[in-house]
């Protein structure tokens, strides 16, 4: 079957930086990506890692190891903004679906 | 720049009742387009995704149903409700790797 984990929660301090990692196993894989939902918002897009490596983007990085099926997004300089929920997603295969992760909710604490 | 609407924002049903959600994306076209929903606290299940009009595949089989009847609009439906239909659904379009969502309908069925 095909299954994404996530950790449920995480909580640190504003200012600090934080991991928050995804494993996966699935039928095929062509890609992670990484969403972003605020609480009663839609999900928007942050990240995606075809390869393997780091991908940096302003305050977000998000790293890949298809060799490990692990994936993760790294947020640094915590702001209270980023208290939200976040989707590792999978595409499996050539039809550019996703199959989402159950979300990790990111709790910044001043 | 490309905008996704979806409406109504909430709805409250009662159970056996119809539903017909719909989603409109402005500024491309022949866009890959995807229904999703949303179990609160959870993550995203793919319901169905469509490359064109008229093409749909279904990903979850249930009372759901779905239609394409021009290249920017995608409908979700169903003739008789669940209680398990409610949740949060999302609409989304593809842009290379990304995938951009609409604002939500937010379904309880009573």
């Known amino acids: 079957g095909q299954s994404l984990e996530q950790p449920s929660e995480v909580t640190a301090v504003e200012g600090a930086i934080v991991q ?25 897009f942050l990240s995606y890692n075809g390869l393997d490596g780091l991908e940096e983007t302003g305050r977000f990085s998000s790293f890949l190891s298809r060799s490990d099926s692990y994936g993760y997004l790294l947020l640094q300089e915590l702001q209270m903004k980023d208290s939200a929920s976040y989707f590792c997603a999978v595409r499996d295969d050539s039809s550019y679906k996703l199959i989402f992760g ?5 709790l910044v604490r001043p | ?13 009662p159970v056996g009742s119809p539903l017909s959600l719909e989603c409109t994306v402005e500024g491309t076209s022949n866009p890959n387009l995807y229904w999703y929903r949303q179990a609160a606290g959870r993550g995203l299940q793919l319901l169905f995704y469509s490359v064109g009009i008229g093409q749909i595949s279904s990903e979850v089989p249930q009372n759901l149903s779905a239609s394409r009847p021009q290249d920017r609009q995608f409908i979700l439906s169903s003739k008789k409700l669940l209680l398990s239909d409610s949740g949060f ?21 009573t």
């Open chain 1, 20 to 44: 928050i990692n995804c494993t996966y196993q699935t039928s095929g894989f062509y890609g992670l990506s990484w969403y972003q939902q605020h609480d009663g918002g839609a999900p928007t």
């Open chain 1, 102 to 106: 159950s979300g990790t909710r990111l």
């Open chain 2, 1 to 13: 720049s490309q905008t996704i609407h979806q409406w109504p924002a909430t709805l409250v049903q």
């Open chain 2, 89 to 109: 659904y999302l609409c989304a379009w593809r842009a290379n790797y990304e995938q951009y969502f609409g604002p939500g309908t937010r379904l309880t069925v």
